[in-house]
């Protein structure tokens, strides 16, 4: 039976050493919670780290007690602890993903402890791997290890999850090893974040820093195709929904309102200066200051987790926050009422659930945070229905639950003005907003992410599938060169850019190479064969280029033809008056696109941008098609967006048109046509159902079959000769 591995860097089982023994415990926290009753059920193993540096000679004995509960162990010295985790992990991805780039250390010793590190897991995960296996790897620590674990185990399904978030291209970029990063995810086939945010940004920084290309949410490398979505992470709803009914925590509630003095709202963070602790005091003391009224009326229960407390910016932090808790309490405290109720500890599930339920406010206000489960928990804990959520719009669960009072962390007197809302709001509006939150945390629970994400690994690996009986290699290459071999009277269409070279950043560095000439010339040689090179080249240069051979040549997408040893001629009553006012409304969009020119053909006009920066060059183009839409229409020109190009010509220029007219005084039994960009979907639509078409690179198209690059196709042709020449020898 087919299993799914889930890789994280810690497992969900905490290992302590009493009297000599090693204890094991399960752990608490959102990932542990959501999928600890799934991996025992014996269809999924969990690899990871046990989280203390466990000596060699205990190593197997740990093993053995983990191998019974599906856990399968990394085990990691001290100083990979140290460089790997608190090092590269903490110290570099944790805050430049969370936009505090200035407590960042990029040290080269963190990076290449944390690409062994990776290497560890990989090999863990592939000491059990079996045939059939899915592999689901969990967060910012293993961001090499997609690509690394595609390596060893090529054909199978990988999914990656980040549960922290992506920041922009412009913070991302700082790291060094940015694009070592981005490279690692992409082994993955379903890459997944909390918010379409994150994937925006990802899919930027990807199409930046490495040599992909995206359409919507779908990446395409090689052959492989990765689909990056949002995957907004639940809770088990039920679990917090019942925790208040259990004795224990009755007990518990029951204390909380003995001693309450007034209303209480409620914060629970770890120790971390991304999740806006200092503001939120802030904030709150601001509130007694301008509203007295309340003093006496409202106390602040907060909760800090201790977290890295030795590291120095975490030691300011808490610092800080003492200093700052103390001033307040000090300021403003009764004989009977402490403003602030600061605990620096952490707390059982059971105590967090009584004051879940006691909380009349919960203030979640992080500067940064991938999803924030701390506002879910609170949601399914109030069974009465009333409470007023306070959430940052940084945290990702504002793009849920967005009838909590949202808010900038940055703004402590939004924060206030927040809390002054929460106290005053009636008992009906804070139902009404309370109903329609539980009915989403409720519906959108962890185990429907987990179920969400599982099946979109198998969309992923299904649309890798489809594509791959598309693409014109093996078996599609060999009926192809059967059919040849096999025929009489045949006719090759080929593009130039991009189909028989690659694209030069400069359009007149793209000669044809000895081998390309080489290679036509051997296919002109056959007195079957008619080749036709179809491209959008001026005439003029094609002719220079191809001239001296036996072939035919459609230029500038149509407008000038020549057939083999004949002259050239265009089409007629195509016009260029035209050109004059066009031109001069593109010259514009020149001079404030540092990158782009003006190309000038007989019959049209291309503005090119392929060497304009990333991004501004789709803006300007955009802004081109959307202005000139109308005047173009209004002229009889249409408006091609191609490769980094677009082209304003004549509505009767038309590559599929020119094919469809080459053809038609011969009846042909081998059609092939292959292309690269959006003008070489008219010959694709143009050629008979018996035509082979093949598009160059994995965009949706018109074509049958499709090969990633000009490589491939020349590959293919060199194929189809050599084909052709042993089919030739066997029949002799």
Same mark, same amino acid.
Request: with cysteine; aromatic share 10%.
């Given at each position: 039976?087919?299993?799914?591995?889930?890789?994280?860097?810690?497992?969900?089982?905490?290992?302590?050493?009493?009297?000599?023994?090693?204890?094991?415990?399960?752990?608490?926290?959102? $990932?542990?919670?959501?999928?600890?009753?799934?991996?025992?059920?014996?269809?999924?193993?969990?690899?990871?780290?046990?989280?203390?540096?466990?000596?060699?000679?205990? !190593?197997?004995?740990?093993?053995?007690?983990?191998?019974?509960?599906?856990?399968?162990?990394?085990?990691?010295?001290?100083?990979?602890?140290?460089?790997?985790?608190?090092?590269?992990?903490?110290?570099?991805?944790?805050?430049?993903?969370?936009?505090?780039?200035?407590?960042?250390?990029?040290?080269?010793?963190?990076?290449?402890?944390?690409?062994?590190?990776?290497?560890?897991?990989?090999?863990?995960? !592939?000491?059990?791997?079996?045939?059939?296996?899915?592999?689901?790897?969990?967060?910012?620590?293993?961001?090499?290890?997609?690509?690394?674990?595609?390596?060893?185990?090529?054909?199978?399904?990988?999914?990656?999850?980040?549960?922290?978030?992506?920041?922009?291209?412009?913070?991302?970029?700082?790291?060094?090893?940015?694009?070592?990063?981005?490279?690692?995810?992409?082994?993955?086939?379903?890459?997944?974040?909390?918010?379409?945010?994150?994937?925006?940004?990802?899919?930027?920084?990807?199409?930046?820093?490495?040599?992909?290309?995206?359409?919507?949410?779908?990446?395409?490398?090689?052959?492989? !195709?990765?689909?990056?979505?949002?995957?907004?992470?639940?809770?088990?709803?039920?679990?917090?929904?019942?925790?208040?009914?259990?004795? !224990?925590?009755?007990?518990?509630?029951?204390?909380?309102?003995?001693?309450?003095?007034?209303?209480?709202?409620?914060?629970?963070?770890?120790?971390?200066?991304?999740?806006?602790?200092?503001?939120?005091?802030?904030?709150?003391?601001? /509130?007694?200051?301008?509203?007295?009224?309340?003093?006496?009326?409202?106390?602040?229960?907060?909760?800090?987790?201790?977290?890295?407390?030795?590291?120095?910016?975490?030691?300011?932090?808490?610092?800080?926050?003492?200093?700052?808790?103390?001033?307040?309490?000090?300021?403003?405290?009764?004989?009977?009422?402490?403003?602030?109720?600061?605990?620096?500890?952490?707390?059982?599930?059971?105590?967090?659930?009584?004051?879940?339920?006691?909380?009349?406010?919960?203030?979640?206000?992080?500067?940064?945070?991938?999803?924030? /489960?701390?506002?879910?928990?609170?949601?399914?804990?109030?069974?009465?229905?009333?409470?007023?959520?306070?959430?940052?719009?940084?945290?990702?669960?504002?793009?849920? $639950?967005?009838?909590?009072?949202?808010?900038?962390?940055?703004?402590?007197?939004?924060?206030?003005?927040?809390?002054?809302?929460?106290?005053?709001?009636?008992?009906?509006?804070?139902?009404?907003?309370?109903?329609?939150?539980?009915?989403?945390?409720?519906?959108?629970?962890?185990?429907?992410?987990?179920?969400?994400?599982?099946?979109?690994?198998?969309?992923?690996?299904?649309?890798?599938?489809? $594509?791959?009986?598309?693409?014109?290699?093996?078996?599609?290459?060999?009926?192809?060169?059967?059919?040849?071999?096999?025929?009489?009277?045949?006719?090759?269409?080929?593009?130039?850019?991009?189909?028989?070279?690659?694209?030069?950043?400069?359009?007149?560095?793209?000669?044809?190479?000895?081998?390309?000439?080489?290679?036509?010339?051997?296919?002109?040689?056959?007195?079957?064969?008619?080749?036709?090179?179809?491209?959008?080249?001026?005439?003029?240069?094609?002719?220079?280029?191809?001239?001296?051979?036996?072939?035919?040549?459609?230029?500038?997408?149509?407008?000038?033809?020549?057939?083999?040893?004949?002259?050239?001629?265009?089409?007629?009553?195509?016009?260029?008056?035209?050109?004059?006012?066009?031109?001069?409304? /593109?010259?514009?969009?020149?001079?404030?696109?540092?990158?782009?020119?003006?190309?000038?053909?007989?019959?049209?006009?291309?503005?090119?941008?392929?060497?304009?920066?990333?991004?501004?060059?789709?803006?300007?183009?955009?802004?081109?098609?959307?202005?000139?839409?109308?005047?173009?229409?209004?002229?009889?020109?249409?408006?091609?967006?191609?490769?980094?190009?677009?082209?304003?010509?004549?509505?009767?220029?038309?590559?599929?048109?020119?094919?469809?007219?080459?053809?038609?005084?011969?009846?042909?039994?081998?059609?092939?046509?292959?292309?690269?960009?959006?003008?070489?979907?008219?010959?694709?639509?143009?050629?008979?159902?018996?035509?082979?078409?093949?598009?160059?690179?994995?965009?949706?198209?018109?074509?049958?079959?499709?090969?990633?690059?000009?490589?491939?196709?020349?590959?293919? $042709?060199?194929?189809?000769?050599?084909?052709?020449?042993?089919?030739?020898?066997?029949?002799?």
């Amino acid at each position: 039976m087919s299993r799914t591995i889930i890789i994280s860097n810690r497992l969900p089982v905490k290992i302590s050493k009493n009297n000599g023994k090693y204890v094991l415990k399960k752990s608490e926290g959102g $990932l542990a919670t959501g999928l600890g009753d799934v991996y025992k059920n014996g269809s999924m193993l969990w690899v990871g780290w046990p989280g203390i540096d466990i000596p060699k000679e205990d !190593q197997p004995e740990i093993a053995k007690k983990l191998a019974s509960l599906n856990l399968i162990p990394v085990f990691l010295t001290q100083e990979e602890i140290n460089l790997y985790y608190e090092g590269f992990s903490n110290e570099v991805l944790w805050p430049v993903f969370h936009y505090l780039v200035t407590y960042a250390r990029f040290e080269q010793v963190y990076w290449d402890s944390y690409t062994s590190v990776n290497e560890k897991f990989a090999a863990a995960t !592939q000491s059990v791997f079996s045939e059939g296996d899915k592999i689901w790897i969990q967060d910012y620590q293993l961001l090499c290890l997609p690509s690394l674990l595609r390596e060893r185990l090529i054909n199978t399904t990988i999914g990656f999850f980040q549960h922290i978030p992506f920041p922009s291209f412009e913070i991302f970029r700082l790291i060094p090893w940015r694009d070592k990063l981005i490279e690692g995810m992409l082994g993955a086939d379903l890459i997944g974040f909390h918010t379409y945010d994150d994937v925006r940004h990802f899919l930027s920084a990807a199409s930046r820093l490495t040599p992909v290309t995206f359409s919507s949410n779908i990446i395409s490398i090689g052959n492989r !195709q990765i689909i990056v979505e949002p995957f907004p992470m639940g809770i088990d709803f039920d679990k917090f929904e019942k925790l208040p009914l259990q004795r !224990q925590v009755l007990a518990e509630i029951d204390n909380l309102n003995s001693e309450k003095r007034g209303r209480i709202a409620l914060t629970i963070d770890r120790l971390d200066y991304s999740k806006g602790i200092l503001e939120r005091i802030r904030a709150f003391e601001l /509130l007694l200051q301008l509203h007295p009224k309340f003093i006496g009326e409202i106390s602040l229960f907060m909760i800090v987790v201790p977290s890295r407390d030795t590291v120095p910016q975490y030691k300011d932090l808490k610092e800080k926050i003492d200093q700052l808790v103390g001033n307040i309490n000090a300021k403003y405290r009764t004989l009977d009422w402490v403003p602030i109720n600061y605990f620096y500890r952490s707390f059982s599930i059971e105590t967090l659930s009584a004051m879940y339920s006691v909380a009349d406010i919960c203030l979640v206000t992080p500067m940064r945070d991938g999803m924030n /489960l701390v506002s879910k928990e609170y949601v399914a804990s109030r069974r009465d229905e009333t409470g007023v959520l306070i959430l940052s719009e940084m945290a990702g669960a504002s793009k849920e $639950l967005n009838d909590a009072i949202i808010v900038n962390p940055n703004n402590i007197g939004d924060i206030m003005n927040a809390v002054v809302e929460a106290l005053t709001m009636p008992v009906e509006e804070q139902k009404r907003r309370m109903q329609i939150m539980r009915a989403l945390v409720s519906k959108f629970n962890v185990k429907r992410w987990v179920s969400n994400f599982l099946n979109r690994m198998d969309d992923a690996k299904l649309l890798q599938h489809s $594509l791959k009986t598309k693409h014109a290699v093996n078996k599609v290459s060999d009926g192809i060169m059967s059919r040849y071999a096999a025929t009489q009277k045949r006719i090759i269409f080929l593009d130039y850019d991009g189909t028989l070279v690659g694209f030069k950043a400069n359009i007149d560095e793209a000669s044809p190479d000895e081998e390309l000439l080489k290679l036509l010339s051997n296919f002109t040689e056959d007195p079957n064969n008619t080749v036709v090179i179809i491209s959008g080249r001026k005439h003029e240069t094609l002719e220079q280029w191809f001239g001296h051979l036996n072939l035919g040549i459609i230029a500038e997408h149509g407008a000038w033809q020549k057939r083999q040893n004949e002259e050239w001629h265009s089409l007629p009553l195509l016009n260029d008056q035209w050109k004059g006012e066009i031109k001069s409304i /593109l010259e514009t969009y020149t001079d404030r696109t540092p990158g782009s020119f003006i190309e000038e053909k007989s019959f049209s006009l291309v503005w090119h941008y392929r060497k304009t920066e990333s991004g501004l060059g789709e803006l300007r183009a955009n802004e081109i098609i959307n202005n000139l839409r109308v005047l173009a229409a209004d002229k009889g020109l249409q408006i091609m967006p191609g490769n980094k190009v677009i082209e304003f010509r004549n509505m009767e220029v038309n590559k599929g048109k020119a094919a469809l007219n080459w053809m038609h005084e011969t009846a042909y039994d081998f059609i092939l046509a292959m292309g690269d960009d959006h003008t070489d979907e008219d010959i694709f639509k143009a050629m008979p159902s018996n035509g082979i078409t093949i598009k160059v690179g994995s965009e949706v198209s018109e074509a049958k079959f499709y090969l990633n690059d000009h490589l491939e196709v020349r590959e293919l $042709l060199r194929s189809i000769l050599d084909g052709d020449k042993v089919s030739k020898d066997i029949s002799v």
